[in-house]
């Protein structure tokens, strides 16, 4: 059972386009974390969000917790062949963090 | 510094076998967890220590799995009698501050049970 659900599953677009990735629950989190992982690799940590509404810049990737603290999306302007990858969020639940299934980002050049 | 290190990166086996799996977390980190990833799919919450105790074993599928850190350091992932569907990716994570803290990842282990 997936608490985290996102979308789309699968991206694919030209280097230059805008895109956004959402990640949806019915939970409340405490925190919400956004990786991004590389294959044959374990996720790495781009951003943690804490508080409702909080939005995060990390050059051109763009983050937003929603204000109930229950949905996130990470927002890539420009996108450059090198930021093709899977994206997973990750929401911290009491002890442990629950994972989404992914997006499968392709930017191609 | 030295990153989160699994071994072995990749194991296969035979349907009904013992397998461990191994885990050297970063020196200092007194989180650490074990998560099961399947293809297309996110990691999945195993298990999680606080230095040398279990502290949140609920995701672990069934009694065949079982996962210790004798000395609060390393930490070895078993399955007994290896079933087809326990095919996957294990990742293991270590962190400062749990919960909602940095997680830092290891490559994983590429099990495969034939």
């Known amino acids: 059972t997936q608490l985290l659900e996102q979308s789309p599953q699968f991206l694919s677009i030209q280097e230059g386009e805008n895109l956004t990735v959402y990640c949806n629950s019915s939970?409340?989190?405490?925190?919400l974390q956004w990786y991004r992982q590389e294959p044959g690799e374990g996720p790495v940590l781009l951003v943690t969000?804490?508080?409702?509404?909080e939005v995060k810049k990390l050059k051109r990737l763009t983050f937003q917790f929603g204000d109930a603290r229950k949905d996130s999306s990470l927002h890539i302007t420009a996108a450059q062949p090198g930021d093709t990858g899977l994206y997973l969020c990750?929401?911290?639940?009491?002890?442990?963090?629950?994972f989404g299934s992914g997006t499968k980002l392709n930017v191609k050049p | 510094g030295a990153g989160v290190s699994q071994t072995p990166s990749n194991k296969v086996t035979e349907k009904g076998k013992y397998v461990e799996l191994r885990c050297d977390p970063i020196?200092?980190?007194?989180?650490l967890y074990w998560y099961r990833q399947s293809l297309g799919q996110g990691p999945e919450f195993l298990i999680y220590f606080q230095g040398t105790g279990a502290a949140d074993d609920s995701g672990l599928p069934n009694d065949r799995f079982f996962a210790v850190r004798p000395e609060g350091s390393v930490s070895t992932l078993k399955i007994q009698r290896t079933e087809r569907g326990d095919s996957a990716v294990y990742l293991c994570a270590s962190s400062t501050l749990p919960p909602g803290g940095e997680q830092f990842f290891g490559p994983g282990t590429r099990l495969t049970v034939l």
């Open positions: 939970s409340v989190f405490s925190s």
């Open positions: 020196s200092g980190h007194t989180a």
């Open positions: 969000v804490v508080t409702g509404g």
């Open positions: 990750a929401g911290a639940y009491f002890n442990k963090f629950y």
